[in-house]
């Protein structure tokens, strides 16, 4: 069983479009985190949910959206996408008390043209 | 969060130990030592961590020095498979609980 998945797995879609990634993890942990990873490969925390409470947003612009319906899914909605937002976007999770211990998911690669 | 430091590349002829080393001379006292890896087009996997004490799993060895200046995780015989991206990580068990990744070492391992 995949512990963290992620879908799509590619996503290529035209700019001014709105576009939602999906998480699901089975590994019963309460936190769970969205990363994006650029074209350099630095990857950088978008957001961060405890139990489906946000605990940690980044500088992200409004345009990004998480939603945590339960504690083992974690969307991440984009409105108005822009040329800049094409990445791949991972997806974690960590146990509630080892938020350094985290298990990614495969990764969702946008194309925005 | 203490800064790591880390060479952009090595390589590593398979079957031998791969040595990767990290700075993070300003870590602090309650500051653990992470690292990851991650494979292309996967996500990063969780490797191993340690605070001052060295650690071994079934993956890597960790060895920190006394000081805590610096680190080396030591995979004792590369394959392969272990062609990857290493992250070293320093993260602070106090109110800012998120990794802050660097570049890391991109290790190729040679046949």
């Known amino acids: 069983d995949t512990a963290v998945s992620q879908t799509p797995k590619y996503l290529v879609t035209q700019m001014g479009n709105d576009k939602s990634i999906k998480c699901e993890q089975n590994?019963?942990?309460?936190?769970m985190y969205w990363y994006k990873q650029d074209s350099k490969k630095f990857l950088k925390i978008m957001f961060s949910?405890?139990?489906?409470?946000?605990?940690i947003n980044e500088t992200v612009p409004n345009r990004f959206s998480p939603k945590s319906p339960d504690k083992a899914h974690l969307n991440l909605h984009i409105n108005s996408l822009e040329l800049g937002d094409s990445a791949v976007y991972f997806c974690?999770?960590?146990?509630?008390?080892?938020?350094?211990?985290?298990?990614f998911g495969p990764g969702t690669r946008l194309l925005v043209l | 969060d203490a800064k790591t430091t880390q060479p952009p590349s090595m390589d590593c002829a398979e079957g031998r130990a791969a040595n990767l080393p990290c700075n993070h001379s300003?870590?602090?006292?309650?500051?653990?030592v992470y690292w990851y890896r991650q494979i292309h087009s996967q996500g990063p996997q969780y490797i191993i961590h340690?605070?001052?004490?060295?650690e071994t799993n079934e993956m890597a060895s960790l060895i920190i020095t006394e000081d805590r200046k610096s680190s080396t995780l030591i995979l004792p015989h590369a394959t392969l498979r272990d062609t990857a991206v290493y992250y070293c990580?320093?993260?602070?068990?106090?109110?800012?609980?998120?990794?802050?990744w660097g570049l890391g070492t991109s290790l190729a391992v040679n046949p």
């Open positions: 340690g605070l001052k004490n060295n």
């Open positions: 949910y405890n139990n489906k409470e946000l605990i």
């Open positions: 300003t870590i602090s006292g309650n500051e653990y």
């Open positions: 590994l019963g942990h309460d936190t």
């Open positions: 974690a999770s960590s146990q509630e008390g080892y938020p350094e211990t985290q298990y």
């Open positions: 990580i320093g993260f602070n068990a106090g109110n800012n609980r998120k990794l802050i």
